[in-house]
């Protein structure tokens, strides 16, 4: 990996690096493909995203495919994101032993300005560490 030149990103990268350092190996799927270079400098276990619309519930037979992949990747958590309905999550991820969570890639509750994504990385190392660290 380069450095990192600016101080503060830096600190921000080795808080993450210990942060995520539990969690490799432990498998997850998310909702959106937003966290693939995440999971690379990270080392994280991400094993799919599924393409889910966020208006459009989807129907039986998708909603049985995305159970099997949960299952078959033996993921520990689902990740939705604010955009999804809490109950869309719970559907997909019942019966499959995998929990729920939710990442928010884009920080739609926080305000504008130089600490947003230092509490942005902070939020995704949170929820990865709170559904994934149980």
Request: neutral net charge; contains cysteine; hydrophobic residues 40%.
């Amino acid at each position: 990996m380069p450095a990192i030149s600016n101080p503060r990103l830096g600190a921000l990268d080795q808080e993450l690096r210990a942060d995520f350092f539990p969690l490799g190996g432990k498998p997850f799927v998310v909702f959106h493909d937003a966290y693939q270079y995440l999971a690379r400098r990270y080392a994280l276990d991400t094993v799919g995203a599924i393409s889910v619309d966020s208006v459009r519930r989807p129907g039986a037979g998708r909603i049985d495919e995305i159970r099997a992949k949960i299952v078959a990747s033996h993921a520990g958590c689902v990740f939705g994101g604010p955009q999804f309905p809490p109950a869309l999550l719970n559907t997909v991820t019942a019966g499959t032993g995998a929990r729920a969570g939710t990442l928010d890639h884009l920080g739609t509750d926080i305000p504008d300005g130089p600490e947003l994504y230092f509490r942005l990385m902070r939020g995704v190392a949170h929820a990865l560490t709170d559904c994934l660290g149980s």
